[in-house]
């Protein structure tokens, strides 16, 4: 080999071969493989996520990963972990005692900057193992105490953390949609909201009507009896960790005899996706009627989704957590239904605040959407009408009304 100077010697061909290579090869891959985990988990859930996908989000073979990370589990368990430390540091670095504000954008600024792979902790109570998810556990109680001591401080009630945690879910909200914001409205959005919820007296709405839900059909078929078994043990283990037979037997049958009534599990959780869908469209339907305004609306809508939560707990959390998973032609009509209940929320609630764009709207619907969630589980989702009040307030605090 020459070059126009002059032949080249082998060390410095074997050189120039090198160099590029050695050039574009990072030092911090490991945690660029991290970053790149933490998307796709919180794009496809655990077990939709492959380790092929991951690798190519870093421009790497699939072998390179393992060479990091021993399995997907491993690596999961990194990423979540990931989460919580970078929440447990940026509130380290705001001072003890310092206003609530502050813990609160301290928070905030780290979830907005890394929304995309923020949706692992949606992930992790089903598929960490209990060491790991007492660890963790340990991490997020830290942060729900942080936000609960400054809580405490500015609006001082015996809440049990509750609206600490209703918080915490308004803030982290934003990596479970696609709205597309600047991070900085974003930020700002998020710390207005959340600091609304914790200003917010859940007592204060005792006296809130009661809502009606359309009540979920009785099981009178073999295929819905089928459907009625499955669901709460979707809830409970993962739509994945489910068995056909687990189901059969459930309902006293056969494994092979389910797929006289579902061509497989996929189907099965697919129109539990479907019911779910339904039934919060009849309930909001129910909860407009005859409403005078959209603030009235708003309230409406915000009853009737926790009381849906609360009533449908185990329906609801298949429904969201399981819906990345159904193949694109059987999730195309649940994303549009989806889609659909948030744009009459965006519609009444810009009605209600005229000076929110549709996108501001959105993120404020999808904050309140976080803030029944967290809520809910703080209370353990028992249900009562005093639990249900206290969250819509939570909720429309969260929205700005």
């Known amino acids: ?46 077990h939709a996520a492959s380790m092929e996908k991951i690798a190519a989000g870093v421009g790497i073979t699939a072998a390179a990963l393992y060479r990091h990370f021993p399995n997907k589990y491993a690596l999961f368990a990194e990423c979540a972990d990931l989460m919580a430390d970078r929440l447990v540091d940026a509130l380290g670095e705001v001072p003890s005692g310092a206003p609530l504000a502050e813990v609160l954008t301290a928070v905030t600024r780290v979830t907005v900057a890394h929304r995309a792979s923020g949706g692992v902790y949606r992930w992790e109570a089903r598929y960490l ?6 660890h963790l556990r340990a991490k997020f109680g830290h942060v729900v105490g942080r936000v609960d001591e400054a809580v405490q401080r500015e609006y001082p009630l015996p809440d049990e953390r509750l609206r600490a945690a209703a918080a915490l879910g ?27 919820v914790a200003a917010t007296d859940p007592a ?15 099981p009178r078929t073999r295929r819905a009896e089928i459907l009625a078994a499955a669901i709460p043990l979707f809830a409970r283990d993962g739509f ?3 068995t056909n037979g687990q189901i059969a037997e459930a309902v006293g049958l056969a494994p092979s005899a389910l797929y006289r009534h579902y061509q497989g599990k996929i189907d099965i959780l697919a129109a539990a996706c479907l019911q779910a869908a339904g039934l ?22 915000a009853a009737t989704y926790v009381a849906y939560s609360f009533e449908y707990t185990a329906l609801n959390s298949v429904a969201e957590a399981e819906l990345a998973g159904l ?11 989806q889609r659909e209940h948030i744009a009459v929320w965006e519609q009444q609630l810009r009605l209600a605040r005229p000076e929110l764009d549709p996108r501001q709207a959105r993120v404020l619907v999808h904050a309140g959407f976080g803030v029944a969630v967290e809520a809910g589980r703080g209370l353990r989702w028992q249900d009562s009408h005093g639990h249900r ?8 605090g969260a929205l700005g009304l």
């Open 1 to 46: 080999m020459t070059d126009r100077h002059g032949p080249v010697s082998a060390s410095a061909r074997s050189a120039v071969t090198a160099g590029p290579t050695a050039a574009v090869r990072p030092r911090n891959r490991k945690q660029l493989i991290v970053e790149a985990a933490g998307r796709v988990f919180s794009e496809r859930g655990y």
């Open 129 to 134: 193992n209990r060491e790991d998810r007492r």
């Open 170 to 196: 308004a803030i982290g909200s934003i990596a479970m949609h696609h709205t597309s914001i600047a991070q900085r409205r974003a930020e700002e959005l998020l710390s207005a909201s959340a600091l609304r």
């Open 204 to 218: 204060a709405a005792r006296n809130t009507r009661a809502v009606e839900l359309p009540a979920q059909p009785v």
């Open 240 to 242: 994945a960790s489910v």
């Open 280 to 301: 919060l469209a009849q309930g909001v339907e129910q909860s407009l009627h005859q409403v005078p305004g959209p603030r009235d609306a708003i309230i409406a809508l």
């Open 327 to 337: 193949p694109a032609d059987m999730r195309r009509s649940l994303v549009l239904a």
């Open 389 to 396: 009040t206290a969250v819509t307030a939570l909720v429309v």
